[in-house]
């Protein structure tokens, strides 16, 4: 492919610069390298390291005048110097000097219109082949006219002297809005790459009026689009994965006035537990080319062993798109007539599917609950509520009430519907209760998205104020009253208030939000 000179950005490297080269030869570097091995589909896995997942802690927003006063600073958006930045930058173009180095230019936004281009800069060829899986491929004519937006460099490599620099750790993520550079720095896990394209778009489009969503999305053969809002393990990817609706994309999405349309080329699934019988189109897209991080191999067969949680729960597969069998390859859509909030709650207490009004949905999507389960982190010995602002907290640059006011606008033109969905437990919390099967999940997300439910009859849930249905199709009615599920009644009301009062806490912090949609939520009274 065209070489490409990276010494307009400071780095001078006496090794070879490789650019957009195929996912066959940067598996072969990779593999020389010695960063992973190949299971016996063909993945390439690797092991991230120390840092098995993202550092928040780490993450940092150049504060300039020209981006200042549009920034919600806070734990999420924490300020650093152009100094420092500028200090960390050049540490690590020296870094590179002696390095092969890998390019990938690709683009974000399946939506010309919104489209921005992106140079990525890694010294790990397995790093590479993950971002160019993940973010949208160029055509050979404009790869040839390619000039990018922003430009990323990732050197997992390169301590950052941190105590020097007033910085949190070794690792440092940094991002420049004003002068469009990134630095990733200290961290191989390649989901820092995707999220901060991810932060990048979270701030620019919404100043072009165009919402931006931490969702999965698809599409059926009626044209009615279905989003899927979601924090980790709740099960965007896998509900969105459906074999009878094109996937329009797993995990990002833009909402402008006529579109909704696919951020990313590729896919980030989370696979702990991934098996061939629930997930087929997953479990099929983890074959040569994908990049699998932190798995462990059956040695005598070389298959992945999905249920081995030994490095992290937080195992991650990343495919292109198209290893999903039923997609829409332009990867844009019409506007949502249906929007799913999913939560895998672990206190059990929440209904499986619940209708929202206007401002419940409001509510509920700057809210953005989910629940860590008991075990999964040390410490946690029972369910412990997890809120993150419009189900993308980490990689939302702008104020939550400029995100939710578009949300408001956006669901009220497109007249859509709006399901708060509990894909977690019933009949008690974690460890009583069980996990509500995913066909019955499937099923009621299926109900809703054809109009089964529009003319059911409805009951409000006393403590979360929520349109419970009566009745779904092939759905045991005992199912969709969750404390009907619980042999203790007093525990379940016990449960129940519990989390009312942690939705309740979470949202003093939006004192700003209108009074009808703070009613709207999960009370006590």
């Known amino acids: 492919m065209d070489k490409v000179d990276l010494k307009k950005y400071g780095i001078e490297t006496h090794g070879t610069v490789h650019r957009n080269i195929p996912a066959g030869s940067l598996v072969e570097k990779a593999l020389l390298n010695g960063e992973g091995r190949l299971s016996r589909a063909g993945a390439l896995c690797i092991n991230t390291g120390e840092h098995t997942g993202r550092s928040p802690n780490d993450k940092f927003i150049v504060d300039t005048p020209a981006v200042h006063d549009k920034i919600a600073w806070g734990k999420v958006n924490k300020p650093v110097s152009k ?23 690709g683009f974000a936004g399946a939506n010309p219109e919104y489209s921005y281009a992106f140079r990525i800069v890694n010294e790990k060829p397995s790093q590479n082949l993950f971002i ?75 100043q072009r009026n165009v919402f931006t969503m931490h969702c999965s999305a698809n599409v059926g053969e009626d044209g009615k689009t279905a989003l899927f809002f979601g924090l980790s393990g709740t099960g ?7 074999p009878n609706r094109k996937l329009i994309g797993d995990d990002e999405h833009g909402w402008s006035r006529t579109t909704v349309f696919n951020f990313e080329g590729g896919c980030y699934a989370k696979c702990i537990g991934l098996s061939k019988e629930t997930e087929p189109e997953i479990w099929d897209a983890v074959r040569f080319g994908a990049v699998a991080e932190n798995v462990q191999l059956f040695e005598d067969s070389r298959v992945i062993d ?11 597969v990343g495919y292109p798109v198209n290893f999903i069998a039923n997609i829409d390859p332009k990867g844009v859509a019409p506007i949502p007539k249906t929007i799913f909030f999913l939560a895998a709650d672990a206190f059990g207490v929440l209904p499986p599917i619940s209708r929202l009004s206007s401002d419940a949905a409001i509510y509920h999507f700057v809210s953005g609950y989910t629940s860590k389960l008991a075990g999964t982190e040390a410490g946690i010995t029972e369910p412990e509520a997890t809120f993150s602002t419009c189900f993308g907290e980490p990689f939302l640059p702008l104020d939550p009430l400029l995100y939710a006011n578009m949300f408001e606008r956006r669901v009220g033109k497109a007249n859509a519907n709006v399901f708060l969905v509990n894909t977690g437990w019933v009949g008690g919390s974690y460890g009583v209760g069980k996990r509500i099967p995913l066909k019955y999940t499937r099923r009621m997300i299926n109900a809703a998205i054809n109009g089964e439910l529009d003319y059911v009859a409805y009951e409000t849930d006393p403590y979360f104020n929520l349109d419970i249905p009566k009745f779904c199709p092939d759905i045991p009615s005992e199912l969709l009253d969750p404390k009907a599920t619980w042999t203790h009644k007093d525990q379940y009301d016990e449960t129940a208030k519990k989390l009312v009062k942690m939705f309740e806490e979470n949202f003093k912090q939006y004192e700003n939000f209108p009074e009808r949609v703070k009613k709207a939520g999960p009370h006590l009274d």
């Open 83 to 105: 100094e420092v930045f500028d200090i960390v930058y050049n540490e690590v173009c020296k870094h590179f000097t002696d390095k092969d180095l890998y390019v990938f230019d």
């Open 132 to 206: 160019s899986n993940l973010l949208i491929k160029p055509t050979h004519r404009e790869l040839q006219h390619f000039t990018e937006d922003f430009l990323i460099l990732v050197a997992p490599e390169y301590k950052v002297d941190y105590k020097t620099l007033g910085l949190n750790s070794e690792v440092a993520i940094l991002i420049d809005f004003e002068r469009h550079l990134v630095v990733i720095a200290g961290t191989g896990y390649c989901g820092e790459i995707k999220k901060c394209v991810f932060t990048i778009m979270n701030y620019m489009l919404p």
């Open 236 to 242: 965007k990817t896998t509900l969105s994965a459906d």
């Open 306 to 316: 999905f249920n081995d949680d030994s490095i992290t729960e937080n195992t991650r």
